[in-house]
């Protein structure tokens, strides 16, 4: 009782002081994945901003959870614990938002804050106004459609990767503000450095301790029966260790990217030296070392693709992901690489690549997936956002397109 009093009071204080104070400039808020530790598309732009705007305006929400951590390592950022005294007075006060997830409705933006929207992906799966039936506990369907639709009306901009992702979310999310075509921030890194031998060579041996072999990467999305209780998770493996390092040669290397709540459930034993589980590493480093990735559902695919490299998809629970879960807005055929059915399938393809390095068969569809989603993508995203923060007339977005 006494904490939802406090919650309702403090709900209060904070939007009477986005009403009455004014707008400071220079302020920009960042947060990840609401209050996470940095990364993604706001960490991409906070990077480049810093080298244009004053550090000291520059600020991070964090959850209180995960404060210690990004104080170690991330110790040259100005810090804030989300939902604090200071986070308030900042949140309510800040001349831009930039966070790449939704806010809580209740939370009110001051009238003169510059709302941009970053995202955080592509989408394979339907999202918003798009989702058919909503099952999430504290919710329904209609009202979770209007809580979406309603956070995207106060976004002032909005990224969009490729055209695609810019159809789906005018539509899923009904956003009628100002839409930049310019691609992901996080993804200038992948475009700036596709060629660059030598970085890819010097993060390949910090990551797995050797710059030889071939890396594969396995990367899947998060499935709900990782669940087995609360504060409990599995991760399941699809496939067998051995089996699948007998189809590679001696010198490569497993990579496991799992969600880090299931990252230590996965038992790896025996197969140290050419088996890693990667929880922690940014992802566009594991992307640059990786020879194939493996993936089923998971939007990996369409930042990877940037890199034209191969890809193995594994949807081993395609029935029972397709009809239970939230369906998907692309017809998953159109996959840049074989689909593995099963796990004969599964090590057919993987001897493939190994034999070939590629997949020959797959170029003209890795060509049509390459041109549909990463079109837009130029290596200069996060300079973009940078100039329109930095730009005393902010909503001239006449050069941002392209």
Not at 282 to 296: H, P, V
Not at 328 to 340: C, H, K, T
Not at 387 to 395: A, H, P, Q, S, V
């Amino acid at each position: 009782m006494i904490k939802r009093i406090l919650s309702k009071v403090y709900k209060i204080i904070f939007n009477f002081a986005a009403t009455i104070f004014p707008m400071q400039r220079g302020i920009v808020l960042f947060e990840s994945f609401n209050g996470k530790l940095p990364s993604d598309n706001p960490y991409a732009i906070y990077q480049e901003l810093v080298k244009q705007a004053e550090k000291k305006n520059l600020y991070w929400g964090i959850k209180k959870d995960h404060i210690k951590e990004a104080r170690k390592q991330y110790p040259d950022l100005n810090l804030v614990p989300r939902f604090s005294i200071k986070w308030l007075w900042l949140a309510t006060r800040a001349n831009f938002w930039v966070f790449n997830s939704r806010m809580p409705n209740w939370l009110k933006k001051n009238k003169e804050t510059i709302y941009i929207q970053t995202w955080h992906g592509t989408p394979l799966k339907k999202l918003g106004a798009d989702i058919q039936e909503v099952a999430m506990p504290g919710t329904d369907t209609e009202k979770y459609k209007n809580n979406f639709i309603f956070e995207a009306s106060r976004w002032d901009y909005l990224i969009a990767p490729n055209e695609y992702s810019e159809k789906i979310f005018k539509q899923a999310f009904q956003f009628r503000n100002h839409m930049l075509e310019i691609g992901y921030p996080r993804n200038d890194e992948l475009v700036n450095n596709r060629n660059n031998e030598q970085r890819q060579q010097e993060l390949k041996k910090k990551i797995i301790g050797k710059d030889n072999g071939r890396v594969v990467l396995y990367a899947p999305t998060w499935r709900d029966d990782y669940f087995i209780k609360k504060g409990s998770y599995k991760f399941f493996m699809p496939f067998d260790l051995e089996k699948t390092l007998n189809c590679l040669e001696e010198d490569d290397t497993l990579i496991i990217r799992p969600h880090y709540l299931v990252g230590d459930s996965i038992d790896i034993k025996g197969y140290e030296d050419r088996v890693k589980v990667c929880i922690n590493e940014a992802i566009n480093d594991l992307y640059l070392i990786s020879d194939l990735l493996i993936t089923d559902y998971s939007s990996v695919m369409f930042d990877f693709a940037i890199l034209k490299r191969p890809m193995l998809f594994y949807p081993y629970d395609m029935a029972h992901y397709k009809e239970k879960l939230r369906g998907f807005y692309l017809d998953y055929n159109e996959v840049p690489g074989p689909i593995a059915e099963n796990e004969a399938h599964f090590y057919k393809f993987l001897r493939e690549f190994v034999l070939y390095g590629q997949f020959p068969q797959y170029e003209v569809k890795t060509r049509a997936f390459e041109q549909l989603f990463c079109s837009w993508e130029h290596g200069n995203a996060a300079e973009k956002i940078s100039k329109l923060i930095t730009n005393e007339n902010f909503g001239d977005q006449k050069n941002l397109g392209g």
